[in-house]
């Protein structure tokens, strides 16, 4: 699996948890077999709650072996060097799965608001809160609570870690891209 091992997609799958991948279920082909791809860790078998990044493809066909006795998979049970087929189906595999994740952290940034601001450049913290306040979080955010901060929340002095600021766009780190340009 040298190919599949190298493709930078199959690399981010790796780092990703089951519930940001958003997989698509194991489809039967037309002769009631499953294929579980190269490299694959996660359970895809529709409806498995079960999340753990299995340590090989080897252990994840054992869990669907033991967990779904119902799911008949291809191929070998372990060994066995994967065809040149096998792995460019695996490698259109992840390229799909982590462009369908591109695109759904795309929309995510497109739908955040932008964050709001006085005139002078610095955070409006009114309406920031208003805007959070109508979003049911609550002031102060877990992390400003958390380091003793909490009249801080929303401000300017604490954007690194305040999690409200993740809530909008910056407007301003925008402009600071242009500027190094
Ligand atoms: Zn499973
Ligand atoms: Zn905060």
Redo the contacts with the bound molecule.
């Keep these: 699996m040298a190919k599949v091992k190298k493709n930078l997609n199959f690399q981010r799958y790796l780092d990703l948890k089951k519930e940001d991948l958003d997989l698509p279920s194991l489809e039967e082909d037309t002769k009631g077999y499953y294929t579980v791809e190269v490299g694959e860790r996660y359970c895809r078998v529709e409806d498995c709650v079960n999340d753990t990044l299995f340590t090989s493809t080897n252990n994840l066909r054992k869990h669907i072996l033991k967990q779904h006795p119902e799911v008949l998979l291809t191929g070998e049970e372990s060994g066995g060097r994967p065809t040149q087929t096998e792995e460019a189906r695996a490698i259109k595999f992840y390229n799909d799965i982590m462009k369908a994740y591109d695109d759904r952290e795309a929309e995510k940034e497109e739908v955040l608001p932008d964050l709001p601001l006085k005139n002078d450049g610095s955070v409006n913290i009114t309406k920031m809160r208003r805007a959070i306040r109508a979003m049911k979080l609550p002031?102060?955010?877990?992390?400003?609570?958390d380091n003793d901060?909490?009249k801080?929340?929303?401000?300017d002095d604490?954007k690194d870690?305040?999690?409200?600021?993740d809530m909008f766009v910056d407007p301003r780190d925008q402009e600071d891209d242009g500027d190094e340009a």
Aim: aromatic share 6%; glycine share 0%; net charge negative.
């Design positions: 002031v102060p955010c877990e992390v400003c609570k901060q909490p801080l929340c929303c401000h604490v870690t305040c999690e409200h600021f």
